[in-house]
Nanobody, 125 residues
């Protein structure tokens, strides 16, 4: 069992930046593939980015791959999402997710077992 806690969301103007953090409980953080998803009001939860267990490989939604950077610090049990050049359409709740069982990164939210409570991101125009 792992507990995930996100932080770092907030209100920012278009073109601004935010850095989201997700800290996990427990001592086996490096066993988990980690991912970020977003959910806007009235829309389904959508994949944003994933990172491999060692942090070497990352995968992004096409619309964010030149603006967002996913990274992790396994010694600190934390994964980060650096969000630059934010756009109003990035407005959503952002959730981190973890899976110990999948062999590699996936976009499918049902592959991730553990979820944080989410942190809101609002981008004003």
């Amino acid at each position: 069992q792992v507990r995930l806690v996100e932080s770092g969301g907030g209100l920012v103007q278009a073109g601004g930046s935010l850095r989201l953090s997700c800290t996990a409980s427990g001592r086996t953080f490096s066993r988990y593939v980690m991912a970020w998803f977003c959910e806007a009001p009235g829309k389904e939860r959508e994949f944003v980015s994933a990172i491999s267990r060692g942090g070497i490989n990352t995968h992004y939604l096409d619309s964010v791959k030149d603006r967002f950077t996913n990274s992790r610090d396994n010694a600190q049990n934390t994964v980060y999402l650096q969000m630059n050049n934010l756009k109003p359409e990035d407005t959503a709740g952002y959730y981190c997710a973890a899976s110990e069982t999948i062999p590699t990164m996936t976009r499918n939210p049902t592959d991730y077992i553990y979820w944080g409570q989410g942190t809101p991101v609002t981008v004003s125009s």
